[in-house]
């Protein structure tokens, strides 16, 4: 069985459990331990790094301090703004040994740099992808709009992830869970993020342009894998739904939940019943 | 006893400004050996260099310092100066007090020290410099032009015209480059096929022109005017002294759907093909990659079909040696692919199209005679946008310089799009207008007032596909910066010119130099803009950086007329300054014992190896001797040599040592 280390941040454990679920379950069922990062703390998020630089690099480095403390190499960090603090940071030390030196007093604990971060399309594609297609019993029939987000693939310089429009690898992923993911115009699309709650209008507009966009395409489910991105398009449906003056109702899973139940989980097990939108699929 | 005379310029202010010159002249006047020493506004001016020559005749000077610019600006003006006087003109050295002194450094006292330290070091030097004769090298009066776009049919007509002969090598099966595959030209609209192909036609039965298509520059070794090229002809498979062009075997070909280059990927040809119908020379090659009988050992096709039996499969890549006496390099430039873009879908959208295939589009010789029509359904747009900038002046894309030529041809192709789709809406997105040149403001205000194309200030952020539609998401910024989504049929991108991909190899090959982007460079942005900074080698055209037909038949001209320059003396004079190796009084006869490491240093194959032979003729010793002809004077041998044979003329050892020395004798 394969260890790694797990940061959940603030989304998997309240909002978004049903993530950190189908995260552990497909793990589990992929004979992969994921441990998670004792006593850790907020990524830092949005608010931290547009107050103050120190802060924010602060937040995250002492969970990368916690993880390499705690004997891990690597971590793996399924919310996309949690990877994006997290990998942005590590980058941002790496190339500043004065600025890693600053970092390291503020939390009173070394830094070595060599911690590698792994969001979970990564996680999947290094260690479950070679096994995947063996372990899907119930292929995943339908047509997905796979939807990226801002945070996942920029800034693309540092994160080296995927391509910067248009990306890949969750297709990819999807695809070889026996998915049709189709093309369409709205990888990475703002969903409005944090204005989720101070103008929920904006997100409406924004979010329904993406669903619509991805409907209209014939997708019969969008897979996604931050929990802002879930939120806004599964939360705000009914604000959605009265913007775009339509009824649209195809669920957002997880890439986590979608391949779950790819590789014959139930939907118990990765939190489907916890969506607003209803899932009902396969 | 040296009688050695000091001259600082001021260089205007670029030196005084910062340097004391009155000082530096005061304090050179007293060092060991200094005769005279003055200073002077402008030290290159007549009156300067009258300065010099009256110091040299009155006070009968043995060596010269002048505490100037870099001498790669004037040292030799003021040899010539010197010469002119009666002096070596190797007896003269230059200081260089603006580059490495005024220009680097604030204005206080060190940097007066610095420039009297610099002065010291050449009038040490000096003092030990021996008079040296310039070395006479024949010229051969044959120019190569490599590449056969417009810039090199300039350049070899131009040679040619005067009486010299010109070798051309062009890579593609045709000459006309990126010139033949435009539409109408900007700022005339006249059609760019009927201005080439007459010169085309001109370079090809020119007397004083030798052709080679499909050929490139295998190497090229030698140097000015005694340069020595291999060119390798690459195999057309076709024997052009039997094919008569008749063209039987292109429409018979079964391979068929090969992308073809000419129409920029909109259009197909077959594997045996000419590039278009008014290529020069109108006959085929056979493109072996897709050939069916060169990748399966089946189908002959051709063979069958050719009334003349100009087929043969099995002829080589063949190469041949040309003694040249300079080069013109005219390889043009090319634009980015619309796959560079992620932004605007990575290439995967079949109806968002580079500048270069929108002409195309255009062309009366393209794929769709001359119909603007969606290369994916054939339909005609109703509703386009041109995209400026596309790459360009982007730093984050890497390419930070402007392509020059966009701006225009952008107002060119929505005009004629305009004239064209009558109900037709253009759009261009752009960022500036840049429309320096003969006529070329009036032609975008013509696109704008008379022809109706509506031009946004503002970049494209996306563009995705929807409903067999493009939807391109920008900005206005003339309007707050208004967010402005466009339905369009299609999209052009004016995507920046950049270097040719072989563009690097060809420069290695050549030593001579090239920039961050790949571009060849010129010897002197302002004052030499068609030399290489290897002699011999000139440049012009889009090679250099991206420009426009005006300027590169201008540069081509330019280039053309220096190598004549050349051509107009039979021989050419050569700076001493070579490596030597030392002989002496038998029995030693040198100090080389003939390991010959330097053989193995020099880059320039100029280490020969000479037998000292007795009165009987027997083998004395084999010492190695340098050829003056192929010498560059890099000194790469002097620092190998153990024995310390081998001494730079004009930088020889003790030269150098007397530099050092003398700034370490405070």
């Known amino acids: 069985m394969k260890k790694l280390g797990f940061y959940p941040g603030c989304s998997l454990k309240g909002s978004s459990s049903e993530y950190a679920q189908s995260v552990l379950a497909v793990a589990k069922a992929f004979d992969i331990e994921l441990e998670e990062i004792n006593d850790w703390n907020c990524c830092g998020a949005t608010a931290a790094h547009n107050m103050n630089k120190e802060l924010a690099l602060s937040l995250s480095a002492r969970i990368l301090a916690l993880a390499e403390k705690q004997g891990m190499e690597e971590i793996v960090v399924p919310c996309a703004a949690c990877y994006n603090r997290l990998t942005v940071t590590q980058h941002e030390l790496n190339k500043d040994e004065a600025l890693k030196q600053r970092v390291c007093d503020i939390i009173e604990m070394p830094i070595s740099g060599s911690l590698q971060v792994l969001n979970v399309m990564q996680l999947i594609d290094k260690y479950v992808a070679d096994r995947l297609e063996e372990k899907v019993t119930t292929p995943f029939g339908n047509k997905v709009a796979c939807y990226y987000g801002c945070l996942l693939v920029r800034p693309h310089n540092i994160l080296k992830f995927d391509r910067l429009e248009d990306p890949q690898s969750m297709d990819i992923l999807m695809k070889r869970s026996g998915a049709n993911p189709i093309e369409w115009g709205f990888k990475t699309e703002c969903c409005g993020a944090g204005f989720s709650v101070s103008r929920t209008d904006v997100v409406a507009k924004l979010s329904g342009n993406i669903v619509k966009d991805a409907a209209d395409r014939g997708a019969e489910a969008i897979i996604v894998a931050c929990p802002m991105c879930q939120s806004n398009l599964d939360m705000r449906r009914p604000a959605i739904n009265e913007y775009l003056k339509q009824k649209i109702d195809i669920p957002v899973l997880y890439i986590t939940q979608a391949i779950g139940l790819a590789v014959g989980l139930n939907p118990k097990e990765v939190g489907l019943q916890k969506h607003f939108v209803p899932v009902e699929i396969n | ?666």
């Not at chain 2, 062309?363 to 005679?369: I, K, R």
């Open chain 2, 1 to 666: 006893m040296s009688k050695i005379g000091v001259f600082i310029c001021h260089c205007g202010e670029n030196i005084s400004a910062t340097v004391d010159c009155e000082k530096v002249a005061a304090e050179a006047g007293k060092m060991d050996g200094v005769e005279f020493a003055t200073d002077y506004k402008y030290m290159c001016s007549d009156p300067g260099q009258t300065l010099i020559k009256n110091a040299i005749k009155e006070k009968g000077l043995t060596g010269v310092v002048v505490g100037a610019c870099s001498p790669r600006m004037h040292e030799p003006t003021f040899r010539k100066a010197c010469a002119e006087a009666g002096l070596n003109p190797y007896l003269c050295e230059m200081s260089n007090l603006r580059e490495h002194c005024s220009w680097v450094h604030e204005k206080n006292e060190q940097t007066t020290e610095k420039a009297i330290d610099l002065v010291k070091m050449l009038v040490e030097k000096v003092k030990k410099n021996k008079p040296l004769n310039a070395i006479k090298v024949p010229i051969t009066k044959k120019a190569l032009v490599i590449g056969g776009g417009i810039a090199g049919i300039q350049a070899a007509l131009d040679i040619a015209n005067a009486g010299q002969q010109v070798i051309m090598v062009e890579k593609e099966p045709s000459i006309g480059g990126h010139m033949s595959q435009l539409s109408e030209t900007f700022p005339t609209l006249d059609c760019s096929q009927c201005i080439l192909t007459p010169r085309m036609v001109e370079v090809a039965q020119h007397p004083n022109i030798t052709l080679y298509t499909y050929a490139e520059l295998e190497h090229l070794d030698g140097f000015i005017g005694n340069f020595k090229a291999t060119i390798r002809l690459k195999a057309k498979s076709v024997d052009y002294k039997l094919c008569t062009g008749c063209g039987l075997c292109t429409t018979k070909c079964p391979s068929k759907k090969i992308p073809s280059e000419f129409n920029e990927g909109l259009g197909m040809r077959t594997a045996i093909y000419t590039p278009f119908p008014q290529a020069v020379p109108n006959k085929p090659v056979i493109d072996r990659a897709n050939c069916t009988y060169y990748q399966k050992g089946k189908c002959k096709v051709c063979e069958k079909v050719c009334p003349t039996g100009a087929i043969q499969y099995d002829l080589p890549d063949q190469f041949i040696t040309e003694d040249i006496g300079a080069v013109v390099i005219a390889t043009g430039f090319n634009v980015l692919k619309t796959d560079f873009f992620p932004e605007y879908g990575y290439g995967k959208y079949a109806d968002v199209l580079t500048g270069l295939q929108f002409e195309r589009l255009a062309s009366a010789s393209g794929p769709t005679l001359g119909e603007i029509r969606r290369p994916s359904d054939g339909k005609v747009p109703k509703k386009i946008v041109f995209i400026a900038c596309s790459g360009s002046r982007d730093p984050a894309k890497g390419i930070p310089y402007c392509s020059k030529i966009c701006c225009m041809y952008t107002a060119k192709h929505a005009m004629l799009y305009q004239h064209k789709v009558h109900d037709g809406e253009s759009y261009v997105f752009y960022m500036d207008i840049r429309a320096g040149g003969k006529n070329y403001e009036e032609f975008v205000r013509r696109a704008i007032e008379d022809d109706g194309v509506n031009y946004i200030r503002g970049r494209v952020a996306r563009i995705y596909e929807k409903d067999g539609k493009y939807i391109v998401k920008g900005a206005d910024t003339l309007l707050g910066s208004k967010p402005v989504e466009i339905e369009a049929d299609m999209v052009v991108l004016a995507t920046a010119g950049v270097s040719n991909p072989g563009a690097e190899e060809l420069a290695q090959k050549m030593h001579v130099s090239y920039d961050a982007y790949k571009f060849f460079a010129e010897a002197h942005p302002k004052l030499k803009p068609v030399e290489t900074n290897t002699a011999g080698i000139f440049l012009c055209g889009a090679c250099q950086a991206p420009k426009d037909i005006p300027e590169t038949v201008g540069m081509a001209s330019g280039a053309a007329a220096k190598v004549i320059g050349l051509f107009s003396n039979s021989e050419l004079t050569r700076e001493p300054l070579i490596a030597v190796v030392n002989r002496s009084a038998p029995p030693v006869f040198s100090t080389c014992v003939g390991c010959f490491m330097c053989q193995t240093a020099c880059p320039y194959n100029a280490i020969e190896r000479e037998e000292i032979k007795g009165r009987d003729g027997s083998v004395i010793k084999t010492v190695a001797k340098v050829n003056p002809g192929l010498c560059q004077g890099c000194g790469t041998c002097v620092a190998f040599c153990r024995s310390k044979a081998i001494d730079m003329q004009g930088f020889s050892n003790e030269q150098m040592f007397a530099e050092v020395m003398a700034l370490l004798n405070e």
